[in-house]
């Protein structure tokens, strides 16, 4: 694990974007609320990872949640869509909504909240399958086409919208897991987007890309935040700075504080942010 300061030093490599250039046509407080957190807290067994979270996620705006490892940013990301519920300790109390929807009521099938509120992890996890049934699986299972045709112009789509598509059009059948680590990446971004989600959530997309390929991964996440909700966790403040309208920042399980990125960035209202993004602990 980097500590902020060596992070500081070294994520500029992979930058496109300086928060400077770092394109921000409207500031996203205006921007609707698309998932309401409100009282959030989450245990594994007795250890109780994360305190009465209250956050507000703003649509067609990139939220991101930084803090020192351990500080339950993962926890608070897996609780937007219920992946905690597959771990077998871990208790989630609170409310969470998406639009006016209790995620945690008990008519909610966490599948179909799943296809509503996406999910790319850390590491590039395409199935061993070709790219087009990478695309194709969830899609199939949601009964969202019914011939071949369609099936075909949901996984042209999605792979579009991904910025794939030009570079694996003319092999479609071959194995997802032979593209390279950022395009397996933007296949699993085109994977997500292939069920019509109005969230992505991101753990730490980049973390297994070169610099290049973060580059690439950082440019599609811009491009998403106009028609999508994205939330981010990053281990980056360069990244986080680059590719969020917002950032949430998490200390010990505590929401310490959330707000415009170049306000956090620039004038933190809470000593433990400024010691934070100033790289004093990591
Ligand atoms: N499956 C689990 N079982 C028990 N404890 C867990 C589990 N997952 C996370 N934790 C604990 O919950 C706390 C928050 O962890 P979490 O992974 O959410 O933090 P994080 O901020 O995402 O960390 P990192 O930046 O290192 O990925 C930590 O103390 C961690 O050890």
Not at 24 to 47: D, I, L
Not at 83 to 102: A, H
Request: glycine share 6%; charged share 25%; with cysteine.
């Amino acid at each position: 694990m980097k500590t902020a300061q060596a992070e500081s030093q070294t994520a500029t490599n992979g930058a496109t974007m300086t928060p400077v250039e770092k394109a921000s046509p409207q500031a996203a407080e205006t921007h609707p609320v698309k998932m309401t957190a409100r009282k959030v807290n989450v245990f594994y067994g007795a250890k109780q990872a994360l305190f009465d979270v209250d956050l507000e996620i703003r649509d067609n705006a990139v939220t991101a949640l930084i803090g020192p490892s351990g500080c339950g940013k993962s926890t608070f990301l897996r609780c937007l869509n219920r992946m905690n519920d597959v771990i077998d300790n871990c208790r989630v109390s609170g409310e969470i909504r998406l639009g006016d929807t209790n995620i945690y009521g008990a008519h909610i099938d966490p599948v179909l909240l799943r296809a509503r509120v996406g999910m790319v992890f850390q590491k590039p996890n395409p199935f061993p399958k070709s790219i087009y049934e990478n695309i194709a699986y969830g899609p199939r299972i949601h009964g969202m086409a019914e011939r071949r045709a369609q099936m075909d112009e949901i996984v042209e789509t999605s792979l579009r919208k991904a910025a794939l598509w030009d570079e694996v059009k003319d092999r479609l059948q071959e194995p997802g897991t032979g593209l390279s680590g950022g395009q397996q990446q933007r296949l699993c971004i085109a994977r997500a987007i292939a069920v019509n989600p109005e969230v992505i959530l991101m753990d730490e997309p980049c973390s297994a890309l070169d610099p290049i390929a973060t580059a690439r991964v950082e440019e599609l996440i811009d491009e998403l935040r106009e028609n999508y909700t994205i939330v981010i966790v990053t281990h980056s403040m360069q990244q986080a700075a680059r590719v969020s309208q917002r950032t949430a920042f998490f200390h010990l399980g505590n929401l310490v504080e959330e707000d415009e990125t170049d306000q956090i960035f620039t004038n933190p209202r809470d000593k433990r942010t400024q010691d934070y993004i100033t790289g004093r602990f990591g």
